[in-house]
């Protein structure tokens, strides 16, 4: 079992920054892919930037060059630099990890509020 804490959410106005934060523990041997996901409401969730253990990152069109994934492996722990956030970014944030037998966990999501 997996299990995964995030913090850093909050309310920001548009043009401002926030760093999510999101560390693992528990009973596993390895975590292989990172990342965030969201939800807007009335929206489904999709999918903002993943990280593999080996450093490659993945972006949503709608955050590249504003949003920055990294992990620190010996740490167990994955971050979001968002800069530059609009209106639209508004959502939950959900971090998962993957363990090395292909299992994925979530964490119980963050707010993220973009005043416009």
């Known amino acids: 079992q997996v299990q995964l804490v995030e913090s850093g959410g909050g309310l920001v106005q548009a043009g401002g920054s926030l760093r999510l934060s999101c560390a693992a523990s528990?009973?596993?041997?390895?975590?292989?892919?990172m990342g965030w996901y969201r939800q807007a409401p009335g929206k489904q969730r999709e999918l903002v930037a993943a990280?593999?253990?080996?450093?490659?990152?993945n972006y949503a069109d709608s955050v590249k060059g504003r949003f920055t994934i990294f992990r620190a492996n010996s740490k167990n722990t994955v971050y979001l630099q968002m800069n530059s956030l609009k209106a639209e970014d508004t959502a939950v944030f959900y971090c998962?990890?993957?363990?090395?037998?292909?299992?994925?966990?979530w964490g119980q999501g963050t707010q993220v509020t973009v005043s416009s």
């Open positions: 998962y990890a993957e363990t090395g037998d292909y299992r994925r966990y």
């Open positions: 528990g009973s596993f041997f390895s975590i292989n892919g």
């Open positions: 990280v593999t253990s080996g450093g490659s990152t």
